[in-house]
């Protein structure tokens, strides 16, 4: 299901700042080579998260998905001067990926590529965080969401991406495990008293989310 018209899409696009030149080509390369380049953030997204970042002006973002590594490209832009993003890939093939795209960018000292397992990670990274973003496997959503909300400075913002899983959610009833995992995070964050929440219609969802 198209959550969004695309001539709507078309239209967010055109009047969007521009990708800079290197995540352009990220995408391009993504677009071309993987077979799952659907799950890139793409353009308007993108611009939306360097824009959250750039507000915020985080010291420590954390990335649980690095994918290609678009999306870290973007959330960078808005570190402080001393700042540091961490990001998390499962799949070492494409966290090569990332990483040579990392090194490409105007700071990729500001990038910590971590490779493993999220939930095995994070404990040891001993940070408090600005801003987190979620967009990795949806059956871990929820339990990605309780181990780093307790290390998000108050006033900090979490990022959850595909909280609208393809429309899947809007089904009645929910299908399909991820579509399911998602509409449980959806209502874990709603009924969670130590947030702030909105749903962004933005791509396919993302979910706002800020702590107390």
């Known amino acids: 299901m198209d959550i969004i018209s695309p001539l709507v899409q078309s239209y967010a696009d055109c009047f969007t700042s521009p990708e800079d030149e290197l995540l352009k080509q990220v995408a391009a390369q993504t677009y071309a080579s993987h077979p799952q380049a659907h799950m890139l953030s793409g353009h308007v997204q993108g611009r939306f998260l360097a824009m959250i970042s750039t507000l915020l002006q985080p010291k420590r973002i954390l990335e649980i998905g690095t994918f290609t590594g678009y999306s870290a490209l973007c959330l960078v832009k808005g570190l402080q001067k001393d700042g540091l993003l961490h990001t998390i890939e499962l799949r070492p093939e494409d966290a ?14 500001k990038i910590i590529l971590h490779i493993g397992n999220a939930l095995e990670i994070i404990p040891t990274l001993k940070e408090t965080w600005d801003l987190v973003f979620i967009d990795a496997d949806k059956v871990g959503y929820t339990d990605y969401y309780e181990l780093v909300l307790p290390g998000v400075k108050q006033g900090g913002v979490i990022l959850a991406d595909n909280v609208l899983f393809h429309g899947q959610v809007l089904e009645q009833p929910v299908t399909g495990k991820n ?13 969670d008293e130590r947030v702030d929440q909105v749903l962004l219609t933005i791509r396919d969802g993302l979910l706002l989310i800020r702590k107390k």
């Open 96 to 109: 090569a990926v990332a990483q040579a795209n990392f090194d490409r960018s105007n700071a990729p000292e």
């Open 179 to 191: 579509a399911i995992a998602i509409q449980a995070f959806n209502e874990r964050v709603q009924q």
